[in-house]
């Protein structure tokens, strides 16, 4: 050994495999590297169970909405080609999907547009945002003049960028991954910990204990004992016993360790507990409950990416028109409750049952908002029934009157 490798042995602990076992040490006791990586990766993050569910929802989430273009308060029908296919090579759902997963995993996502002679945009494909990086200028250092992609400078209206969280003095978004490293290195050191558990060498199956006193060769002896031959029964001495060192399957599994990883990435996404299938203690969930934490996940979590992508794909579509995501179906109520609220408004006049069909997707129907007559008040009807004239007999008595 080194002059050097031994002084680092000796004041910081280093030591190899190799040198550990000359000196007659088990090898799995090596202390680990300290010049582990401080940075997480997005591909490293999403190794963990909970981020990946957690960048999922929102991916799920923001795929499955509907997209509507208005230009005032008329819906536009048919869509502009940009708005109803931004991508011929995929369905426009895997076009948001890819921009979603962008932005929560790197906080950024870069849609590369192709516009025609006109300079009007056709076509927009989501760029890996690993392979982008924005060039500044050399005064301020926060303007961007362009993009650096695959090895070629594109300029800023060949760019659409969308970012996640915008902070002063950066000029890429801050991405949920970015702004929690220590957390979720953290997590994964608990698991990378909790899966070499059963197989780390300094580990034993269990221990040998005594309430008598032992001296450094006794035990030495006794364990050799014990080890000597395995697979016969074993005699211990007098007042000496054997405990097996086990875990039990909750703490095998590290279940609270990983329940509070999970709570993490739920806390650094936005999501809730519930969504994220963490079972927290004394939390009691009710219809109502799980309502108002689906409301919480698109006005808190959701809205911000969501609108990004709203406003990029406005300022790529014509002039007036404005590209807005449908998300009704996450925020209306159940039924009881808006058919409660549709009753009022009718009730109170200022709405129209057409318009509550409307709402609920149903067609039309022809005079179902059309006045009902006047009703007629009994004292009426009297005098109607007292001067009412027998017509038929009338017409008889004409008649016979005529013919004489």
């Known amino acids: ?124 494909e989501v760029l890996d945002p690993r392979m982008v990086a924005p060039l500044t200028s050399l005064q301020d250092g926060t303007t961007v003049t362009g993009y650096s992609y695959q090895g070629k400078t594109l300029k800023t209206d060949e760019i659409q960028h969308l970012q996640l969280l915008r ?90 360790s990983q329940n509070l990883s999970a709570l993490k990435a739920a806390r650094i996404f936005g999501i809730p507990a519930r969504l994220m299938l963490v079972a927290l203690d004394g939390s009691s969930d009710t219809y109502a409950n799980l309502q108002d934490e689906d409301r919480a996940l698109v006005r808190w979590a959701l809205q911000k990416p969501l609108r990004e992508i709203e406003e990029a794909w406005t300022e790529i579509t014509a002039y007036g028109q404005t590209v807005r995501f449908n998300i009704d179906g996450f925020l209306r109520a159940d039924p009881k409750t808006r058919y409660e609220a549709h009753k009022l408004g009718i009730d109170a006049g200022w709405l129209l049952k057409n318009e509550v069909r409307a709402i609920e997707g149903l067609d039309p129907i022809d005079g179902l908002d059309d006045p009902k007559p006047a009703a007629v008040p009994a004292a009426d009807l009297g005098e109607l029934d007292a001067t009412k004239t027998d017509e038929p007999a009338a017409i008889a008595a004409t008649s016979a009157e005529d013919d004489q």
């Not at 005594?210 to 001296?215: E, P």
């Open 167 to 256: 902070m002063p003095g950066r000029t890429t978004g801050l991405g949920p991954i970015q702004a929690a490293q220590v957390e979720l290195r953290g997590a994964l050191d608990v698991q990378t910990y909790a899966e070499q558990w059963f197989d780390r060498g300094d580990v034993p199956p269990g221990y040998l204990t005594t309430d008598a006193r032992l001296n450094a060769d006794t035990a030495k002896e006794t364990r050799d004992a014990w080890y000597a031959e395995r697979e016969k029964i074993k005699v211990l001495h007098s007042g000496m016993k054997f405990v097996h060192l086990a875990l039990s399957p909750k703490d095998a599994q590290w279940v609270e």
């Open 1 to 124: 050994m080194s002059i050097a490798r031994n002084l680092a042995s000796r004041v910081l602990g280093l030591r190899s495999a190799d040198e550990n076992a000359q000196e007659g040490m088990p090898a799995a006791i090596t202390p680990p590297s300290r010049n582990r990586p401080a940075g997480v990766t997005v591909a490293e993050a999403s190794g963990l169970s909970a981020v990946y569910r957690a960048i999922g929802i929102w991916a799920t989430a923001a795929s499955q909405l509907s997209v509507d273009v208005w230009r005032g308060t008329a819906r536009v029908e048919p869509q502009p080609a940009i708005v109803r296919k931004p991508d011929l090579t995929m369905h426009r759902s895997a076009f948001i999907e890819l921009s979603m997963t962008s932005l929560a995993g790197h906080g950024n996502a870069y849609w590369r547009l192709h516009r025609d002679d006109r300079g009007a945009v056709r076509t927009a």
